[in-house]
């Protein structure tokens, strides 16, 4: 499970969890989605005894147990995971999230669009960018 371009899916909402795996299918995007509902299971996920690496995660900010903003903290100060690359796809347009994650190292942060041919949309472009044009660091 640790190896491939796998995508750690960090969201708390069943809906939007089913929104985003069904946006990746129906953009071809057919890789392994490991899913945390809560910030704790993501730390487990990335931490735990076998842990996860995945190519990217997309991460959502408003978590049971720990936010993502303490998530992404415990990414990037870990040097196991400090360069993977992590998309804040969230639904707070709250201004200070937004430069709270910068000041966290996020890659990228993408307000969650409302509708589902929008969020399909912006689901696709983050697969092909992240998944097939990106250039990863290589794994430890």
């Given at each position: 499970?640790?190896?491939?371009?796998?995508?750690?899916?960090?969201?708390?909402?069943?809906?939007?969890?089913?929104l985003?795996i069904?946006?990746?299918?129906?953009?071809?995007?057919?890789?392994?989605?490991?899913?945390?509902?809560?910030?704790?299971?993501?730390?487990?996920?990335?931490?735990?005894?076998?842990?996860?690496?995945?190519?990217?995660?997309?991460?959502?900010?408003?978590?049971?147990?720990?936010?993502?903003?303490?998530?992404?903290?415990?990414?990037?100060?870990?040097?196991?995971?400090?360069?993977l690359?992590?998309?804040?796809?969230?639904?707070?347009?709250?201004?200070?999230d937004?430069?709270r994650?910068?000041?966290?190292?996020?890659?990228?942060?993408?307000?969650?669009p409302?509708?589902?041919?929008?969020?399909?949309?912006?689901?696709?472009?983050?697969?092909?960018?992240?998944?097939?044009?990106?250039?990863?660091?290589?794994?430890?």
């Open positions: 499970m640790a190896e491939g371009k796998m995508i750690l899916l960090v969201e708390d909402d069943p809906d939007h969890e089913l985003t069904r946006a990746l299918k129906k953009s071809n995007i057919v890789n392994e989605v490991a899913i945390a509902r809560d910030g704790e299971e993501a730390v487990n996920l990335l931490f735990g005894s076998s842990p996860i690496r995945p190519q990217v995660i997309l991460l959502d900010l408003k978590l049971p147990k720990l936010d993502g903003l303490e998530v992404l903290r415990r990414i990037r100060e870990a040097d196991s995971t400090r360069m690359p992590v998309v804040v796809l969230t639904s707070s347009d709250e201004e200070r937004v430069v994650s910068y000041s966290l190292g996020v890659n990228s942060y993408i307000r969650k409302v509708n589902f041919s929008d969020f399909a949309e912006a689901t696709r472009q983050l697969g092909m960018y992240w998944l097939v044009l990106n250039e990863c660091p290589p794994k430890n």
